[in-house]
Structures are given as structure tokens and as C-alpha cells.
């Protein structure tokens, strides 16, 4: 009976490493310093808690935009605080990077422009969107660490399909 139950969580064990590896949890992420480029974002702004069913309603109304062709873009987010600092509390503007800002957008749906030439701390990610930003922020805050590099309280993600996931954070100037 022990045997097979080793056996059992052997199999059980390998399979999740095999759903994982295929999901993007062991490829690397790639960090550099760079500029931001100009960015537009048609979505919605939340603040709240992390747990909140709106903050997951507006998710849902930005693939649904997208799913439906009101809009054209990648999914994208707006951070304006670490969650994980204060209690859980997010300041966010979910949505869709478009290109064109003379479309007719969602009801309820605004745009935020991201402006060009700050200077930010990139990463990237061939992964899947569960298992990509929490593995991107963890290698740009070590490496912020590592290499003495202050980071602003403004995050920018994007998750374009058939690309790898990217997460800007905002350096202070020195």
C-alpha cells in the first residue's frame, strides 16, 4: 500500500512539474534598463482591495472588449502602488494597449497615456499570465536590490498574445 501511494504522488508530482514547465514557470526572465515607450490604455480605474469581485469584473470587461472586437490591443495594467506593500490595497487602470485612440470604446472605459522617454526597469517573460507577473516582479525588485536602483510606485504590464509578458517599473532619477 505505501508503494503504490509513493507511486501515486511520484506521477502526481511529475505532472504538475510537467503543467508548470509548459506554463512558463521555469523559463527566464529577462531584465534591462530602458526608456518607456509611448503607451495607451483603454480601460477602467480601480482602487480597492486586491480581493474585490469589481477589480475582477473590470478584468473580465477588458477580454470581453477584446473578445467581442470593441477593442484591439493586449490585456495591460496600470499599477500606482504595490499591492503587497500596504495591506492588500491596489490603485490600478485595467484594461487594453490600443493603438488607436479615436475608437468608439466600451461604456465606462477611458484612456490612460503611459508617457515616452522614463526611465524604467523592463522584464520579460515567455509565460503564461498566471504565472508571469509575480515571477517578473520578484527578478526586477532583486534586481533593483542588487544593482542599488530606486524604484518608482508605477508599474505597467502587458501581456500580448504570442509574445513574451512585459512588466515596466518606474526608476527614479539620479
Request: charged share 20%.
Amino acid at each position: 500500500m505505501r508503494r503504490k501511494f509513493f507511486i501515486y504522488m511520484a506521477v502526481v508530482v511529475g505532472l504538475v512539474l510537467v503543467f508548470y514547465t509548459y506554463m512558463g514557470g521555469f523559463a527566464e526572465v529577462k531584465v534591462s534598463q530602458a526608456v518607456s515607450t509611448p503607451l495607451f490604455v483603454a480601460g477602467k480605474y480601480f482602487e480597492g482591495s486586491t480581493e474585490a469581485e469589481e477589480l475582477g469584473q473590470i478584468y473580465q470587461q477588458a477580454g470581453k472588449a477584446v473578445e467581442q472586437k470593441q477593442l484591439t490591443g493586449d490585456f495591460a495594467g496600470i499599477f500606482y502602488n504595490n499591492p503587497s506593500k500596504d495591506n492588500k490595497t491596489v490603485k490600478a487602470f485595467i484594461g487594453v494597449a490600443i493603438q488607436d485612440t479615436t475608437v468608439a470604446l466600451p461604456t465606462g472605459f477611458t484612456i490612460r497615456a503611459v508617457p515616452a522617454g522614463q526611465p524604467v526597469l523592463k522584464g520579460e517573460l515567455e509565460a503564461n499570465i498566471l504565472i508571469a507577473p509575480r515571477r517578473i516582479y520578484s527578478t526586477l525588485f532583486d534586481y533593483a536590490e542588487e544593482n542599488n536602483l530606486t524604484l518608482r510606485e508605477f508599474y505597467v504590464e502587458r501581456f500580448p498574445e504570442d509574445k513574451p509578458a512585459v512588466v515596466e517599473v518606474g526608476l527614479v532619477k539620479k
